[in-house]
């Protein structure tokens, strides 16, 4: 929790400690649904994923309020610590999975939101 008054870098890296690129992939809705039910079972753990437009549980995923399809790819904006598999129970996800296909690595996501803030400013 931030204190009112004006936000720091330093306080961007306190709430974001652990930086990494953002990675733009196209994935099969097979591994999204893989990785999105991964990301249901360790919350509580840490390894919960933070998503947008995604709603459901494992087996009824929706996105953008249309049921996952399994056979369709989905555009995804993944940080490098998630697509290295490095978060909890995500071994299985790498550059090389099946299903998954690197689009573009953009800068540190602290940054992403750092940037913004700084031209509000």
């Not at 890296?13 to 999204?32: A, C, H, K, Q, Y």
């Amino acid at each position: 929790m931030l204190p009112a008054g004006p936000i720091t870098e330093y306080d961007i890296i306190r709430i974001l400690p652990f930086g990494g690129d953002i990675t733009v992939v196209d994935m099969s809705g097979e591994l999204l649904a893989q990785v999105l039910t991964t990301g249901q079972t360790n919350q509580g753990s840490g390894g919960f994923l933070q998503t947008a437009n995604v709603a459901g549980e494992p087996g009824n995923w929706l996105i953008q309020d249309q049921p996952l399809n399994p056979s369709e790819v989905y555009r995804v904006a993944i940080s490098n610590f998630l697509l290295t598999g490095q978060e909890a129970n995500l071994g299985f996800l790498s550059p090389d999975a099946p299903g998954l296909t690197v689009i573009s690595t953009h800068g540190d996501i602290r940054q992403a939101l750092i940037d913004p803030l700084r031209t509000q400013g």
